[in-house]
């Protein structure tokens, strides 16, 4: 089955159902998936600030799969860069600022 992902909360609320719905303990998925019972309530309860690598782990534990529904013009770029191994960008550093050019 298919459920459309529009928000942190519904991701949530998905991962909750599942995790219920396979009577596993919010402890013991924790565990299994590498991260603390807090990241996994925060993600239950859709805060918007957890880390992707961490919630993808957490999916692959309940078996759920995530995927990306996308325009079929971009397939084939995408398919370039992955046989080309490009990697993604690094984030970007914030900007270091001194205290003589007044900007904070």
């Known amino acids: 089955m298919q459920v459309m992902i529009q928000s942190p909360k ?3 609320l998905l991962i909750r159902a599942t995790r219920k719905t396979q009577r596993v303990r919010m402890d013991d998925l924790a565990g ?3 991260v603390g019972p807090v990241f996994v309530r925060e993600v239950e309860r859709g ?3 957890v880390q992707l690598g961490r919630v993808l782990n957490l999916l692959a534990e309940l078996g759920i799969e995530l995927r990306a529904d996308v325009p079929d013009n971009v397939l084939p770029a995408f398919e370039r860069l992955r046989q ?3 990697k993604p960008l ?3 550093r914030p900007k270091e600022t001194s205290p003589e050019s ?3």
């Open 10 to 12: 519904t991701l949530g």
């Open 32 to 34: 299994s998936a590498g």
């Open 47 to 49: 805060k918007e600030t």
């Open 84 to 86: 080309a191994g490009v």
């Open 90 to 92: 690094k984030p970007r």
């Open 102 to 104: 007044g900007e904070a």
